[in-house]
């Protein structure tokens, strides 16, 4: 293949052989973009060095081919995918999986702005190939350099082994591994992205959901002080009650019998897809009524990752970052809405789950408010709106005010659009403005909750956001000719825009749930600071 390439154009595959610090790539052009694959940014974690901070890699010798995606990081698959994304990573999947892929207008000296994408996926499932996560759109549109990461997940990326790992190494055993993977890959951006046409100088991290947990772990981490310009976090679930390394040992306990081994030693002998099968049963462990299952969790061990990322953005360095946050109007209707189960939610179940928030006596006022707020709610509606204000919508909102309060305001959105989905019960989800952010609906095509969408409508809106996403890596500024004034999130105006048919400014969108979480969400998040 690459032979035929060569003798009917050579110019072209000169174009598209590089030289980085890390060694020699050979890419591919692909829609008008030069495109390297699988690259690797750190040692393979695999062996004794599964559950171990991410290594350096060894480099290569010659020209690598750089033009296939490589293995996805191990997690549970499923044939036919799922009701909503239709699936979330794909196989061949492998646990040499530290690999990522650019996208760049030229491998010239131009120094583009970069942007890192660093996917979600509940830190047990995606993949930075997956084509929806495609950099073409913003390296064409944006005329930028686009990186997405593979790092690991699940129970290899986050099981907290401690007291379980006998090695003696110094530090925490086994705390953070997916964190020490996105310092490398941001590392290897770092000192290669010059040669792929990007600046250095000019690094925005964005990420959704877990990622965008990741995303602002990395921002206040001591080790990436300077190397981040601006970041963008889409839905990060910073109402997630992180565990110390103590009240992890409990999940690591459970993970470990599942498993049917005693110690790390142990786990280093299984093959990948039984650690995966246990992770799988760690689910059941861990769930609660009117919760989101999250078996696997960052900790926060006081070294690698030392406090809440929901509040590293108001720290040292970190708070001279640009910041831009949002949410989508029904985030927990992904995780809940097609379940039979909550359907059938009684009030008093919907009103004992509000009570574990607000205590016993507030409760019914608290689910009368919410009730209110959308007339004919069913109570699985009202505990979906709870659920996407604590996880999601009021912790973004504090992070919103509290960087106001500090003078560092932030971009704040809402994404609004329902889609017709399902006899429209997925409302705006989790996930849903993801396909309006890239700006590339043909590479969704498999996603079910995409169904029925007027193209007219979501051309229109994924336009309005895939430019605001581009204007503000570029300048750290949202606006473009084709939006509406958008202003930073301050606390007289409290401006958040609304994404939707009709996009526009508001002031104080989410002012209900903020004013009915303030009291417990300064409790709820106090330990944090």
Known sequence: MAHSAHSAHPAGEDRMVVDLPAGRLRGAIEGGV?????????????????????????????????????PSAPQLYQ????????GHGSPPFDEDCLTLNVWTPAADGARRPV????????????????????????????????????????????????????????????ANHWLSDQLAALRWVRENIAALGGDPDRITVAGQSGGAVSTAALAGHPETRGLIRRVILQSPPFGLDLPDPDAYLERTAAYLELAGVKDAEGLRSLPWPALIGAGGGLFARTMRW???????????????LSRHPARTLLHGAAADIDVMIGWTREEANFGFALDEG?????????????????????????????????PGARPADVLMDLITDELFRVPSLRLAEDRAALGRPVWAYQFDLPTPAYEGRLGAAHCLELP??????????HAPFLAGLAPAVRDGLAHSMHRAWIAFVRTGDPNHPDLPDWQPYDTPTRTTMRFDSVVAPLGDLAGTSRLLHAPTARLRTAPLA
């Open 115 to 174: 942007l890192l994408w660093i996917h979600g996926g509940g830190f047990v499932s995606g993949s930075g190939s997956l084509p929806g996560y495609s950099g073409e759109t913003f390296a064409r549109d944006g005329d930028l350099v686009v990186v997405s990461i593979n790092y690991r997940i699940g129970p290899l990326g986050y099981l907290y082994l401690g007291p379980y790992d006998g090695s003696g190494e110094s530090g925490p055993a086994g």
């Open 436 to 445: 309006f952010v890239f700006d590339n609906f043909d590479q969704w095509s």
């Open 342 to 374: 909550y359907a059938a939610a009684t009030r008093e179940q919907v009103t004992s789950r509000i009570a574990e928030t607000f205590g016993a006596e507030a409760a019914p006022a608290v689910y009368a408010a919410y009730a209110s707020a959308r």
């Open 34 to 70: 030069t495109v390297f694959r699988a690259v690797p940014y750190a040692a393979p974690p695999v062996g004794d060095l599964r559950w171990r901070p991410a290594r350096p890699h060894p480099g290569w010798s010659g020209v690598r081919d750089a033009t296939a995606d490589g």
């Open 79 to 86: 044939e036919g995918g799922d009701p909503v994304l239709g």
């Open 290 to 304: 009117g919760y989101w299952p999250t078996p696997f969790l960052p900790v926060i061990d006081g070294t690698t």
